[in-house]
């Protein structure tokens, strides 16, 4: 079952960009298309959803765009996990002009001010929660469900290849937590290569930390972990980047990784510092996607 920890991963990690010619009648600029993105992503800890935006580069599109295509991602088993999980992920990305956006690691979003240097609208984003699969090696842990992160993001462009977002989103249920994702991302254009690399960090609630780090009494008695009650800060910082490489007009391939660190609460954490458990969380994966157009 996918959980948390793919979106988490694709979120930090910058959705794979279209580096293609501009095509006649179109613009070629930068992009966000998370809000256009962090993704990140991908990502952090598994624990955070997708969190952060990614960036696109490319033409926008005269009508509907669709990249689809097979992907594989290894990423966290759980927020604050030492071992990896390889999951098959699909590679979707859904534009329509400069305007709507939705894919996996974006979410869905919407952008309503949309001028050369300023973007900003609402977003949706979905979290898998925290399956009792997931967390098996700490029995009694409660299990997180699948929820939708609802919010909005405004993002500034300085220059044609830099973006600073910030991105604030309210769990509807599940883990009921307030996340903050303040992202940096930076794209170079080589030819039929494009690159890209950026650095985020991510705030969160008490709310959000208690269900994913928290270690109530009773589940301290299960599970052999030392009770726990964080409260808001820091969840983590890190690093992302991408290498894409145009293979024709229509298909692109692209790899992707990213580090993040877990500090403050997080990695204080009794699941964070079991010998399950680390402060180092780490997610790479590879992508093939090809266009569709559609007036």
Do not use: C
Not at 181 to 209: H, Q
Not at 229 to 242: A, E, L, T
């Amino acid at each position: 079952m996918i959980d948390s920890a793919l979106l988490a991963a694709l979120a930090v990690s910058p959705a794979p960009p279209v580096a293609t010619p501009p095509e006649t009648g179109t613009a070629l600029e930068v992009s966000i298309t998370a809000p256009a993105t962090e993704q990140q992503a991908p990502a952090q800890t598994p624990a955070s959803r997708p969190a952060g935006p990614a960036l696109g580069f490319g033409p926008f599109p005269p009508g509907w765009q669709i990249d689809f295509g097979p992907g594989l991602l290894a990423v966290p088993e759980f927020p604050g996990s030492r071992g990896l999980r390889i999951l098959p992920i699909p590679q979707l990305d859904i534009r329509y002009k400069n305007q709507f956006f939705a894919s996996v690691q974006t979410g869905i979003g919407y952008n309503l001010i949309n001028t050369r240097k300023f973007r900003a609208g609402p977003i949706l984003r979905p979290e898998f929660g925290r399956t009792t699969r997931d967390i098996a090696v700490f029995p009694g842990l409660q299990r997180i469900r699948f929820t939708v992160e609802a919010g909005g993001f405004v993002a500034y462009q300085p220059s044609l290849f830099t973006t600073v977002q910030l991105e604030v989103r309210q769990a509807v249920s599940g883990h009921n937590g307030l996340l903050a994702d303040l992202s940096l991302r930076r794209i170079a254009l080589l030819g039929k290569w494009t690159i890209g690399y950026g650095g985020r960090v991510r705030f969160a609630n008490a709310v959000y930390f208690r269900n994913y780090y928290g270690v109530t009494p009773a589940a301290s008695l299960t599970s052999g972990l030392a009770a726990y009650r964080p409260g808001s800060g820091v969840n983590d910082v890190g690093v992302s980047g991408f290498v894409s490489r145009r293979l024709s007009p229509k298909w692109n391939a692209t790899l992707f990784a990213s580090y993040n660190r877990l500090v403050d609460q997080a990695a204080a954490s009794p699941i964070t510092t079991s010998r399950f458990g680390s402060r180092n969380q780490v997610s790479v994966g590879a992508a093939v996607s090809y266009r569709f157009r559609f007036n």
